[in-house]
């Protein structure tokens, strides 16, 4: 499968002047849903991964402290550009999610929105994000995934060589990858698309 991290960084950085007009819109009412279930408290420290142009931004609550990073130094200028307007302090960083500059347990709450199914190395994301979560910290998932109880037939893994390469693998399983890494799910919800993407709440195990 051609899907690489220099891959993702070329091509979300062709995408960034469009991504809001494609995107924004269509996964609003997902994204509300998936930061709805997170519990937010004053003060916390939140990582948002593969961050992109920063449509979570207006979903996040005021009194928490905002870090982003992306791989795709023009996704991030356009988040930038976004908190500004929104009046936001956001601490954006261009770094690889399989390789996070932070310390461990440094975050309250990581969010992965539109991540997990795109990186080549879903489970080295979701091991750094668990890493950099404190004990009781919490990672919110929203992306599209197969179903766990069975893995992806042959059309699906057919049409996915066409996904991958453009934006996004459709064959990923979100409860293997997930407890995987070291995470218990608490909440995971259908969101859009009948039940293709998900929203799912999880702490460490
Ligand atoms: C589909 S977009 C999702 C953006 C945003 N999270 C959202 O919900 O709109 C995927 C983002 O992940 C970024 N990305 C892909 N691979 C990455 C990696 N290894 N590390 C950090 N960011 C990555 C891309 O540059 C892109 O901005």
């Not at 766990?148 to 059309?155: F, M, Q, S």
Request: net charge neutral; charged share 25%; with cysteine.
């Amino acid at each position: 499968m051609f899907n690489t991290t220099a891959w993702n960084r070329l091509r979300y950085s062709l995408y960034a002047p469009v991504y809001d007009l494609v995107v924004a819109r269509a996964f609003r009412r997902a994204r509300r849903l998936a930061l709805d279930a997170v519990h937010w408290r004053q003060g916390q420290r939140v990582l948002l991964i593969g961050a992109g142009t920063g449509l979570d931004l207006p979903c996040l609550p005021r009194d928490v402290e905002i870090h982003a990073i992306d791989i795709s130094p023009l996704m991030l200028a356009r988040l930038e550009a976004r908190a500004d307007r929104y009046g936001l302090d956001v601490i954006a960083s261009t770094m690889d999610a399989a390789r996070l500059d932070y310390p461990d347990a440094h975050f309250d709450v990581v969010v992965m929105h539109l991540i997990v199914a795109v990186m080549p190395d879903p489970q080295a994301g979701l091991r750094e994000a668990h890493r950099v979560l404190v004990e009781d910290g919490q990672l919110c998932v929203m992306d599209k995934f197969q179903s766990d109880a069975r893995p992806a037939g042959v059309v699906r893994r057919l049409v996915n060589v066409v996904t991958s390469f453009l934006a996004t693998d459709i064959t990923r399983q979100a409860r293997p990858l997930l407890e995987g890494a070291g995470f218990v799910v608490e909440h995971d919800t259908p969101v859009m698309m009948g039940t293709l993407f998900r929203a799912l709440l999880a702490r460490k195990a």
